[in-house]
């Protein structure tokens, strides 16, 4: 029988793979329709992926194997233009984080986050996924109750990090969303934007402590859990980060 496992990595490991999706002139003249495979595809993330990359990067996907569907958040009212209201338990414990293949699916309700990001129709075949790009996914990556929390989860696992200063913790979190260290470029801008959150948080503790994770360890006052909040949501809301490059 074909080890699916073995095949998978084997692909995602290969040479070709794991090219570069930028485009150069010489490519394009001998393969411009890339039939040869002379350069990667730059794709969109399905939604389910998208969902398990920002669980991996928060640090708080569940990663065991099987069982019923789980109940992860959702909006009030996605019920309310269906033909009757289904039972939603939303989950308290680790079941909130599973991978989103677990999500109980309503073929009348898809799961909105996942929707949005083109998961197709439970009432027809899917032979091809379409990938589109509209506003409301951003909005979703920034203000869906579940990617906050991932954020907070980010900014958690940032700030519980043996390395203490602003500079290490940035480069730490472009390794965890996007695979790579920031530029000298990107590391100014995003030490900059983190000390604007900070003045900002700093100005208004009543916001912080709203924006900031629960459950803050001591030595972490809320007005940092909310800058490094809004820092991973950030990075969490970048086309990078929900591409495949």
Same mark, same amino acid.
């Given at each position: 029988?074909?080890?699916?496992k073995?095949?998978h990595?084997?692909v ?5 793979y794991r090219q570069?999706?930028?485009q150069?002139?010489?490519v394009?003249e001998i393969d ?5 495979l ?7 993330l ?9 669980l ?6 569940t990663? !065991?194997?099987?069982?019923a569907?789980v109940?992860?958040p ?8 269906t033909?009757d209201?289904k039972p939603?338990?939303t989950a308290?414990?680790r079941?909130r ?17 996942? &929707?949005?990001f ?10 091809r ?10 909005? &979703?990556?920034?203000n869906d *109750?579940t990617?906050v ?8 696992r ?8 602003d ?14 260290e920031?530029?000298?470029? !990107? ?6 934007y983190l000390?604007?959150?900070r003045?900002r948080?700093?100005?208004? !503790?009543?916001?912080a402590?709203?924006?900031?994770p629960?459950?803050?360890? !001591?030595f ?8 490094? &909040?809004? *820092?991973?949501r950030?990075?969490m ?8 490059e």
């Amino acid at each position: 029988s074909w080890d699916l496992k073995r095949l998978h990595r084997s692909v995602v490991t290969s040479a070709t793979y794991r090219q570069s999706s930028r485009q150069r002139e010489d490519v394009a003249e001998i393969d411009p329709t890339n039939k040869w495979l002379a350069q990667q595809s730059r794709l969109r993330l399905d939604a389910e992926i998208i969902r398990d990359s920002a669980l991996a990067a928060s640090g708080l996907l569940t990663t !065991e194997l099987g069982g019923a569907p789980v109940y992860p958040p959702q909006p009030d009212g996605v019920f309310d233009f269906t033909q009757d209201k289904k039972p939603w338990k939303t989950a308290t414990d680790r079941n909130r984080y599973r991978k989103a293949m677990y999500t109980q699916l309503w073929r009348s309700s898809l799961y909105p986050a996942m &929707t949005v990001f083109d998961f197709p129709d439970a009432n027809v075949a899917c032979t091809r996924r379409i990938r589109s790009n509209t506003p409301l996914q951003s909005l &979703t990556l920034a203000n869906d *109750l579940t990617f906050v929390e991932f954020a907070r989860g980010l900014a958690l696992r940032l700030l519980a990090s043996p390395a203490g200063d602003d500079s290490r913790r940035l480069i730490l979190a472009c390794e965890l969303c996007l695979s790579r260290e920031p530029n000298s470029v !990107e590391l100014a801008r995003l030490r900059n934007y983190l000390q604007q959150q900070r003045s900002r948080f700093a100005a208004d !503790e009543k916001a912080a402590a709203a924006f900031s994770p629960p459950s803050l360890p !001591e030595f972490i006052s809320p007005v940092e859990g909310a800058t490094w &909040t809004a *820092l991973a949501r950030v990075l969490m809301n970048l086309d990078e980060f929900i591409t495949r490059e």
